[in-house]
């Protein structure tokens, strides 16, 4: 790599809020594979509260050139990057439609993802199939799960179906950056307030967040509540909430 490609590489990185790059196999969480590798660090001090502000002119264009998810699925391979890697059974990259205008992004795999490869396959998954398919089908809109695409902040179940740690979010997330430009969509859906956090810098509850058009790059982010605090019976007006983000994002998206 000549000293110029790996400026464009450092830029390219920095402009995603990259603050520090692990070369694979090695990072703090990885271990179990040795001592820590460092090749970059400190690229950027760029604050992630600008990925909420509007575009600016100028602004990097949003995927490398060429770069599809299959590459980035590829370059994930076996990944040991973080500590998650080591409870893991299958790394659950993302599924659905790759040219999807909308992109629901969530925390991480719990169990039943872990078993299948695939997310939200449990039952939090099967209330957002549910959430995205009943909404859709009352505003006359013509969808069904397939239709979008789907992923997570962390390709990895953290053990115990804990947060995943800022260092986890940051390795793991610029997976999730990365498939966020190769698919490009009109929108961003965040579940929860880790998806919200990783996309939108932002540290308020999602209760504070929810409802209001915010931004990763220049794409509109709706943050709405995990899936999986919707089940809890006593979160009744959590839903109603959750179904009214929906509708606007499904609007906005489709109409
Ligand atoms: S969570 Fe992400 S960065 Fe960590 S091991 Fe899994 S794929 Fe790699």
């Known amino acids: 790599m000549t000293p110029d490609d790996l400026r464009k590489y450092l830029e390219y990185y920095r402009d ?39 575009p600016t002119p100028g602004t990097q264009p949003l995927a ?26 299958k790394i659950v990259f993302g599924a ?46 013509d969808l069904r799960r397939e239709d979008v695409y789907i992923c997570n902040v962390v390709k990895c179940r953290p053990p115990g179906n804990r947060t995943p740690e800022p260092d986890e979010m940051e390795i793991c997330g610029q997976f999730l950056f990365r498939q966020l430009m190769a698919i490009k969509p009109k929108a961003i859906c965040a ?10 810098g932002r540290k308020e509850g999602v209760t504070k967040l929810r409802g209001k058009w915010l931004r990763w790059r220049d794409i509109p982010v709706m943050v709405t509540y995990h899936p999986s605090y919707l089940l809890r019976p ?22």
């Open 16 to 54: 995603l809020g990259m603050k520090e790059l692990y070369r694979r196999g090695h990072g703090p969480g990885a271990r179990s594979r040795g001592e820590e590798t460092r090749f970059a660090h400190n690229i950027s001090e760029a604050p992630s509260e600008a990925s909420v502000l509007p």
């Open 64 to 89: 490398p050139e060429g770069e599809s998810l299959l590459e980035v699925l590829q370059d994930i391979g076996d990944c040991h990057r973080c500590r998650l890697c080591e409870g893991r059974n």
């Open 96 to 141: 659905g439609n790759e040219h999807s205008p909308l992109v629901f992004v969530g925390e991480g795999p719990g169990a039943d993802e872990d078993a299948q490869g695939i997310p939200f396959v449990g039952r939090a998954g099967q209330l957002l199939t549910q959430m995205i398919e009943n909404t859709a089908k009352k505003e006359g809109i």
């Open 191 to 200: 579940l929860g307030g880790t998806a919200a956090r990783a996309l939108t």
């Open 234 to 255: 006593y979160n009744q007006n959590a839903k109603r909430e959750a179904w009214e983000d929906l509708k606007r994002i499904l609007h906005f998206v489709y109409d």
